[in-house]
């Protein structure tokens, strides 16, 4: 990486360059061969862009003023206007994680993050996602989402960079979920 990447909660001004990446990597929007690269379900909208950023919940990495990454992170109640973070709030009884009563209140959902294929790979998501976690800390003891089984690199780059945890699975419209949690008092070492 270089010393041009910077950090920062995303500002209005941030919304079309967030949008145009995430056209870039939609699920809807991509072939078979570059789903297995990585890809984002979620669409976000202009309004709903608009609603992270006035909670500074929405987390954006430039490299000389263009946007390369982003990571979404919000509270259920934001997320609640999609059914699939509905169901997957619902199973929070069912689950643990270290010694965590896992509840909406004192947890949020992370996610989506999207990198710029020309970036991945190259150490980014760490310093992304540290970025996030000092942020979110303030707010959430807890992180938790969930990663389609199909996405292989973001299931890995979770798991083994990030040390995220597996703590369940589901099944939502015939696709299936891993479940993962992360303790936002640890910094990623």
Known sequence: MTERITFEIAKMSDID???????????????EEEKASGFVTTPFTTQQLT????????????????IIAY?????????????????????????????????TNNSFQYGPICI?????GKGLITPLFEFMRTHML???????????????????AHTEKLKWTIIGDFQFNNNDYLILAYDMNQAVS
């Not at 990446?21 to 809807?28: D, F, I, M, P, S």
């Open 71 to 103: 990571v979404f992170s919000g509270s259920w109640d934001f997320f609640k206007q999609w059914p699939i973070f509905n169901y997957m709030s619902s199973l929070f009884p069912e689950l643990t994680f270290l010694d965590f009563d896992i509840t």
């Open 138 to 156: 303030y707010k959430y003891p807890l992180g938790l989402t969930f990663i389609n089984k199909i996405n292989i690199p973001s299931t890995k």
């Open 17 to 31: 360059g967030v949008l145009a990446l995430q056209e870039l990597y939609l699920v809807a929007n991509l072939s």
């Open 116 to 120: 710029h294929k020309k970036y991945r």
């Open 51 to 66: 609603e992270v950023i006035q909670k500074s919940e929405l987390f954006i990495a430039k490299d000389n003023y263009k």
